[in-house]
């Protein structure tokens, strides 16, 4: 902001709010229980495992162990398929509103255990508890309920009448957002008539270990759900498993492209969502305060682990200065910190690992020339965190323009025209999402068509909703999860 | 004297233009109906591919840019442009297949046809695959397919002139380009109807055909990184590898299937060369 050397306060806000200190306002932690130790969730009962092993999964705030989960091995990989096909048989025939009232029970138990599912969330994955009881757990209740009225209405689903479920669907979700990417993929499955064996992730597998009872209490037959928790090896099993007749990967481009390859020539059919490198495009003629909030939002959400994370930034040249300004002193404001604090903005990156790769994509940014700008606020001393980081002066050929970081990190980039936009903006080979900020009703549409992305948000950024189908163009991935156009994936066409 | 008739020269058809193979190669395709007749055919190599994906893809944005309406004609005019060859095609597929003239004849009408349904698809497939999403929150939310983008397509090695039309007429319908491998049984009909659509207003490099062999061109166009679909459907039993190889960079795969070339597509398989684009549009005073 400019500043004058008049000898009065620079603004009225200096003069009349003084700097409040927060006090902590912890989230209890003793709504839930977690068990030492954890078997597997097949056929309906907790099994110990035939041929894996153990091991722990921590909480990336303090670094310390919450539980011990089991590494499925393939005999348990095997047992949970023979489960799904078995329960097949029974699901599938079902009447199609008894299956819809199952995953009414399972949405409305989400509800009614909602905070024990937030807090489990951001203990085992180390999102802010504002994020998870805000948004994970009632988005993946949300989609329960939703996918529950589509159960009796598939004739009308877009392929015909009397269409058909798949079979036992293998899927294979990743850790940023673990209990609502089980919900987009288990609802829509058990919807559709299909059964699931679901692999949830090595960090992050606590939630899903939570919804299995859930599945219980709902009176979910044997077999429609399993979860066999485990590590890469794990979910290699399950997509390449001759049992499964259906893939859903939601993770890395790079594994996704190993699974398309693994299941090259099989009649399974395959969706995967996979990463992004998301333009987040901002006009001269946008709503700045609004526009700067949906910038912190696209990047900063969920510590920027969010594979359609808005992580570049196109901002109109002649308002650089001023979105830049605007944009570093409202991340001034952010309260990084205790994930179970409801006061907390940012918290704690996933894992070492991905610590780790994000540190080295930002060492790579300022070597390779990019300004760096970081949020000036004390770490904790314990647990994997990341300063929120902006980029200035990036280059479209610099890696933090071309990599996914998966981490509260912007590269900040400008053009000058709307074709010069779409033209960065579509210079990647992902596309998974955009964003456009301007007042103009027509641009954004103009926009929304140029642009090579399967969801675009205007003047708002990384909203999701049951209703609204998601999913990539490119290397982002193929098929769609939500909406009717969700359903197609696990369903096909009368005999 | 009996006059000496002129005879085509066999080309590939690449952005619009009817170049030999840059290799120089050709090959001896003799005459399935017992004539003496002989097309020496071109023979496309890799270079001829990525020309013609290159094509392709700069047609990509005039051709997904025109309207539906407009799309929708231009593909109507090339049923026109067939009919008015009608009875050249009827010796052309009987050179090919051998076919009987009442056999030959009924594919000509079946390919003349299916142009004229699926012309008619190209501004009805939005209204039915595209949604209003009611979402919870102030946004008009909508999905609406688009193209996908370059298509490469392993035209079906037993159906000449009428799997070929399918194949092709799906993908460009919703705003595709394509590069596509003729059936090496019938390379001929192929030029044949690129000599139809070079006459049909189509925009240089929406369509663009190769004449040779799927086994040698399919896994070139399989695992070219500036191709966004592959319809395998001619691609024969070693189909596997060219979607592994399709894997590179996640193309589109539409896996081979019996198909009955005397069914109009469905749309389905239009749509399975087409994205789902979802826009959240604020709504507000």
Redesign the interface.
């Known amino acids: 902001m400019a500043r004058t050397d008049l000898d009065t306060p620079t603004s009225v806000t200096d003069l009349v709010t003084p700097t409040w200190e927060y006090a902590p306002a912890p989230q209890a932690t003793d709504v839930v229980s977690i068990a030492a130790t954890n078997d597997l969730f097949i056929g309906g009962d907790w099994v110990s495992t035939r041929d894996g092993s153990t091991t722990a999964t921590l909480n990336p705030a303090t670094e310390e162990q919450l539980a011990t989960y089991t590494v499925a091995g393939p005999a348990d990989v095997d047992a949970a398929v023979a489960a799904a096909r078995t329960a097949f048989a029974s699901w599938s025939r079902l009447r199609p509103a008894t299956r819809g009232a199952h995953l009414y029970r399972i949405a409305r138990i989400m509800q009614e255990r909602a905070r024990e599912f937030a807090v489990l969330e951001s203990l085992d994955n180390g999102k802010p508890i504002r994020e998870s009881r805000d948004v994970d757990v009632p988005t993946a209740a ?1 989609h329960f309920f939703y996918h529950a009225g589509w159960a009796d209405k598939l004739d009308w689903a ?2 015909g009448p009397g269409p058909r479920p798949l079979g036992v669907a293998g899927q294979v979700i990743p850790w940023n957002f673990p209990l609502l990417m089980l919900a987009w993929k288990i609802a829509p499955a058990l919807a559709c008539g299909n059964t699931v064996v679901l692999k949830p992730a090595e960090t992050t597998p606590l939630t899903a270990l939570l919804f299995a009872e859930v599945c219980q209490q709902a009176d979910l037959p044997p077999g429609v759900v399993n979860i066999v928790t485990g590590d890469g090896d794990t979910g290699a099993h399950l997509v390449s498993h001759d049992g499964v007749d259906k893939v859903a990967f939601t993770g890395s ?1 790079a594994v ?3 699974i ?2 693994q299941v ?2 099989s ?1 399974k059919k395959v969706t ?1 969502e ?1 990463g992004g490198k998301a333009a987040n495009i901002v006009f001269d003629d946008a709503a700045m305060d609004q526009a700067v909030e949906g910038i912190v939002n696209g990047i900063f959400f969920n510590q920027g682990h969010v594979c359609c994370a808005g992580s570049r930034l196109l901002v109109q040249e002649n308002v650089h200065e001023e979105v830049v300004d605007r944009l570093t002193e409202r991340l001034g404001t952010l309260r990084l910190g205790d994930p179970l604090d409801k006061n907390t903005d940012i918290g704690a990156i996933n894992s070492s690992d991905q610590l780790g790769r994000i540190t080295d994509l930002v060492a790579a940014g300022e070597a390779e020339g990019a300004t760096k700008w970081e949020l000036d606020c004390a770490l904790p001393t314990n647990g994997f965190w990341f300063r929120p980081t902006v980029f200035t002066g990036v280059e479209q050929s610099h890696t933090i323009a071309t990599d996914e970081i998966f981490g509260p990190v912007l590269s900040v980039l400008t053009f000058r025209t709307p074709d010069e936009a779409v033209a960065k903006a579509n210079n990647t ?1 992902y596309g998974l999402s955009a964003g456009v900020w301007t007042e103009k ?1 027509s641009r ?2 103009e926009m ?2 140029r642009l090579r ?8 950024f990384n ?1 999701f ?1 049951p ?5 990539g ?3 982002s ?2 098929g ?1 999860e939500g ?3 969700g359903l197609s994936a696990y369903l096909k ?1 009368a005999a | 004297m009996a006059r000496l008739d002129v005879r085509k020269t066999w080309k590939l058809w690449i952005g619009g233009a009817f170049p030999r193979s840059e290799s120089g190669r050709t090959w001896e395709v003799t005459a399935a109906d017992g004539s003496d007749e002989v097309a020496n055919v071109s023979m496309a190599s890799r270079k001829d591919t990525r020309d013609a994906v290159v094509a392709a893809r700069k047609a990509v944005g005039p051709w997904s840019g025109a309207t539906a309406y407009n799309r929708g004609q231009i593909l109507y005019r090339a049923a026109e442009m067939l009919e008015s060859r009608r009875d050249t095609f009827v010796d052309e597929v009987r050179f090919a297949t051998g076919a009987t003239a009442r056999a030959a004849a009924d594919e000509v009408d079946a390919a003349i046809d299916r142009w004229v349904h699926v012309a008619g698809w190209s501004d009805k497939l939005a209204a ?2 595209g ?1 209003a ?5 102030p ?1 008009f ?1 909508f ?1 609406l397919p ?1 193209p ?1 983008g370059v298509v490469g397509v392993l035209a079906p090695q037993d159906s000449a002139l009428l799997g070929l039309v399918t194949v092709v007429a799906r993908a460009i319908v919703t705003g595709n380009t394509c590069v596509v491998v003729a059936s090496a049984q019938a390379p001929t009909v192929a030029i044949s109807l690129a000599e139809v659509l070079a006459t049909s207003d189509l925009p240089a490099g929406v369509v663009n055909v190769l004449t040779g062999f799927a086994d040698e061109l399919g896994p070139i166009l399989a695992s070219h990184m500036d191709v ?1 679909a592959i319809d395998l459907a001619g691609a024969g039993d070693d ?3 060219l ?2 190889a ?5 193309k ?1 795969v539409l ?1 081979p299937a019996a198909t009955d070339w005397g069914l109009d597509p469905v749309p ?1 398989q239009m749509l399975a060369l087409t ?8 709504r507000g005073m």
């Open positions: 949300a877009g392929l481009t996704g492209k190993a398309a390859r090259a020539g009649d995967l996979l080979p009703g954004i549409l929304a068509g992305a399967g969801v675009v948000w205007a003047n708002t909203r909703d209703t609204s189908p998601f999913g163009y490119k290397e991935g193929y769609r909406g009717r156009h066409p | 039915i695959d949604s999403n009611p979402v919870a929150g946004y939310d999905t688009e996908t966004n189909w596997a590898a979607e592994a399709a894997a590179d960079n996640l589109r896996r389905a994205e789902s684009k979802t826009v959240w549009h604020p």
